[in-house]
């Protein structure tokens, strides 16, 4: 029985983040992208996308802890297998990691759930050499290809605004699709019919993408909301006498206008510079005004005395205590 702990070098009683992150240090040490198509690492490769598979799951990690540990019965199989509640737990994510377009994907397993159980358990099912003596199958009917999930990233400002990505489909045929404005880090999109393609005919799975969205270094999007906000740093002189402004914006710059007498933690609002959505609303662009004040040098007299005439003309007090 293959024993999937070993395969990502964790203990039976690891938690879910070092199984993550012994996942994901196998994954890249050994993804074809880095090994030159090394077939030991390869193989390696498809050896921890399964087990993780599995182990990243926490109903088919339960499932298959239960297996591991069972009496093996006088047919080959764990005591109190179930082949219906086996292929409801396992059948829907059974992974080989590959790579389309620009998208990382990951195929499922959809092959009958003998295949899978011979996978995972290294033992027969209904097939030569099954213990149990069953040595045939009935003929199966076209089935719906493979399922195929994946990442794509997009920048902040495409999330805000909407883009396009090239992605190869489960037959190998790359086309562009729609990102939609307004989405988030954690956003899902179903394509559907992009999926993988079974070799009994039958129509393609979907393709599941998660969206990343990379951050901005200056622009970032208020929680909850379509706002956008950017902190906006002013000298002295800018917030005292006014001025106007070149700032970031997510389609680019847009110059802004800085009353005179502006304080800090003044919010200028810019309509319609916030994210977009599918339905025409938007957002607006929120500047927080952020006074530097200069920091003068011991022995800068010149600059202490302007600061000391600046000090003579205010005219109403800063506090009202």
């Not at 993804?31 to 996308?49: M, Y």
């Not at 006074?291 to 600059?303: F, N, Q, R, S, Y």
Request: hydrophobic share 30%; with cysteine; charged share 30%.
């Amino acid at each position: 029985m293959k024993d999937l702990y070993k395969n990502l070098g964790v203990a039976e009683d690891a938690d879910e983040d070092t199984i993550k992150k012994a996942y994901r240090k196998l994954a890249k040490e050994n993804h074809p992208d880095a090994t030159g198509g090394d077939k030991r690492k390869t193989e390696r490769f498809k050896e921890v996308n399964e087990a993780y598979a599995v182990l990243g799951d926490k109903d088919k990690r339960a499932e298959y802890d239960r297996l591991k540990h069972a009496p093996v019965g006088v047919d080959g199989m764990p005591q109190g297998f179930d082949a219906d509640t086996f292929a409801q737990v396992f059948g829907g994510n059974f992974g080989r990691g590959q790579r389309a377009g620009n998208v990382n994907v990951t195929t499922d397993f959809s092959g009958d759930i003998g295949d899978l159980f011979s996978s995972l358990f290294g033992r027969g099912f209904g097939g030569p050499g099954d213990p149990s003596g069953r040595t045939g199958q009935r003929p199966r009917p076209p089935s719906r290809g493979p399922d195929m999930s994946g990442v794509v990233e997009v920048s902040f400002r495409e999330a805000a605004l909407g883009t396009r990505r090239s992605v190869r489909s489960g037959s190998g045929k790359t086309m562009e699709i729609a990102i939609p404005a307004g989405v988030e880090t954690g956003g899902r999109l179903r394509l559907g019919g992009l999926g993988g393609t079974s070799t009994r005919g039958g129509d393609p799975g979907d393709l599941h993408l998660e969206v990343r969205v990379l951050p901005d270094p200056v622009l970032r999007r208020s929680e909850g909301t379509l706002d956008v906000e950017l902190d906006l740093p002013l000298t002295v002189a800018e917030a005292a006498l006014g001025t106007k402004i070149d700032v970031p914006t997510v389609e680019g710059q847009a110059l802004v206008t800085i009353p005179a007498g502006t304080s800090s933690g003044v919010k200028l609002r810019l309509r319609g510079k916030g994210v977009k959505k599918g339905d025409g609303v938007r957002g607006d662009q929120i500047c927080h005004i952020q006074i530097v004040v200069p920091k003068l040098a011991p022995d800068d007299e010149e600059g202490k005395r302007l600061f000391e005439e600046v000090a003579k003309k205010q005219s109403k007090p800063v506090r009202n205590f």
